[in-house]
């Protein structure tokens, strides 16, 4: 990708991941109400896999974040971290503060764990991520935006030097695999399953996609080839870790709980990482064929992702509770599909009607 190119007419793999990531997690919230049906085992053995399909989302998002940062931003600096962190309030933190007063005070049942029940509970809701069941990942991701330095220097650091990459990346690996066994023995099933559940949501449960993220910019000519060469062989592999994912998470037996299926397992870690690559395949050769028109648009909707996401659980409550009860008990399937199809659709259209009227506002009383 040439960086001198004008963002507005081109995309790169992280927005590419970042649509991806969008419309897949989009899916995973309705999952949940339909297993809140008690449906039949064969519906529950769907929705498992369906909700193993899409476990990449989290790792995509910091994955393509960190990609199209560091590529947008190549020489930044500590100097360049005012207007950075200026411009992440208005496109991030703006639009998180109100979708998250939104889900507590408009949808205080999307709530997880616990429910305020005075202004402290208010606030520790608000901030922790529990306002509504995808804002967790909020918490996380913004973490990464406050440190996003740190992998600044991290990419001057590697700069175009294979061994420090490969030292990096090593030395990442290892960390990480340490910290999902760690996470494996002492919190998922373990005895601090439920003290401890906030680690989901600490920057180190998804270093390694940030990590990788930079790595896959600053040494894109040999990735994006070795991608190439090898897009058959990452096919078979993610397979095989889609069937891994499977059998572990059905090994917990019915009924199904998507709770036993979470991001901090070295299945869903390759899984993801497998999946991160099938997608920026697929960008590397829409490039490489001069697929424009799609460029645009994967760069228009990367636009608008974040802000769609925000929004998702507020569509799908609306959808699900106007759509009648004997429907979903009847149909569950489809009612999934048509919940998703219409949940993007509003999604993508409050995003962009939102920040187009806002932006017209201004306009009309002066402000920047």
């Given amino acids: 990708m040439n960086s001198n190119q004008k963002d507005e007419y081109i995309a790169d793999i992280g927005d590419y991941l970042k649509v991806f990531a969008c419309t897949a997690v989009m899916l995973q919230p309705i999952l949940g109400l339909v297993l809140k049906l008690h449906p039949s085992v064969e519906i529950q053995s769907l929705v498992g896999v369906l909700y193993n399909l899409v476990k990449y ?25 005012g207007s950075y962190l200026g411009k992440q309030w208005h496109a991030l933190l703006v639009p998180t503060i109100w979708w998250t007063l939104i889900y507590l005070i ?3 049942w999307v709530q997880q764990h616990e429910h305020f029940h005075n202004f402290k509970s208010f606030l520790w809701q608000f901030v922790n991520g529990n306002a509504a069941p995808h804002l967790w990942y909020n918490t996380m991701m913004l973490q990464f935006i406050i440190l996003m ?5 991290l990419g001057r650091f590697v700069n175009n030097n294979p061994r420090r990459g490969k030292t990096i990346a090593l030395v990442t690996s290892l960390l990480y695999l340490g910290w999902l066994i760690f996470y494996d ?15 989901d949501r600490v920057f180190i449960s998804f270093i390694i996609y940030g990590v990788f993220g930079v790595l896959a910019w600053k040494f894109a000519p040999q990735v994006n080839q070795w991608l190439r060469k090898h897009w058959k062989l990452m096919v078979a592999f993610v397979i095989l870790m889609f069937c891994w994912t499977n059998l572990e998470l059905f090994h917990f037996g019915f009924p199904v709980s998507l709770a036993n299926a979470p991001y901090y397992k070295v299945s869903m870690t390759l899984y993801s990482l497998g999946i991160i690559a099938l997608v920026a395949t697929l960008c590397i050769w829409h490039m490489e064929v001069k697929k424009d028109r799609l460029l645009k648009i994967f760069h228009f909707l990367a636009t608008y992702a974040y802000r769609a996401y925000l929004s998702n659980i507020f569509w799908t409550q609306i959808i ?16 999934f599909f048509v919940n998703w199809i219409i949940t993007w659709i ?21 402000v920047k």
């Fill in 57 to 81: 989302t989290a790792p995509a998002f910091i994955f393509g974040i960190l990609y199209t940062t560091l590529r947008t931003n190549p020489t930044s600096s500590w100097q360049d971290y």
């Fill in 106 to 108: 408009g949808m205080p």
């Fill in 149 to 153: 330095p740190l992998f600044w220097q």
């Fill in 185 to 199: 023995i002492e919190v998922f099933h373990g005895p601090h399953q439920n003290n401890w559940y906030l680690l």
């Fill in 320 to 335: 699900w509770r106007i759509t009648p009860a004997q429907i979903h008990t009847a149909h569950p399937i489809l009612s």
């Fill in 346 to 366: 509003l999604s993508f259209a409050s995003a962009i009607g939102l920040h187009v009227g806002w932006s017209k506002l201004k306009s009309l009383v002066g």
